[in-house]
């Protein structure tokens, strides 16, 4: 992943958790849109983000869990957040390393 040496070095001076948020692709590409039509900034690359949201692809099967000793938490955002804010506090302030929370 492109990211992961970057990751990597900022490992070295800061605590870093993986909050993964996920949705059907029907609920991204129609949160895309909206996002397009409300913000014009957003319309300059509204085409090329739309068709890297294929509906026949799986997110969950393409995730990549960046470096396996980061906290992660997976939210799912379908409608509101699973698991809820409580649970997301808890990656963000008392994580322990590796921990990976389940939804």
Known sequence: ?????RLEATTE???VRVLRCTAP???????IKQRIETNPNR???SDELLESVDTGSSFE??????IGELATL????THGHQPGLVAISR?????????????
């Not at 992943?1 to 040496?5: A, F, I, Q, S």
């Open 13 to 15: 001076v800061a605590e």
């Open 74 to 77: 997976t939210v799912d955002t």
């Open 1 to 5: 992943m492109l990211w992961h040496p």
């Open 43 to 45: 319309r300059a690359r």
């Open 91 to 103: 990656l963000a302030t008392r994580p322990d390393p590796g921990d990976v929370f389940e939804t």
């Open 25 to 31: 692709t029907s609920n991204i590409r129609e949160r």
């Open 61 to 66: 099967e393409d995730f990549d869990p960046a």
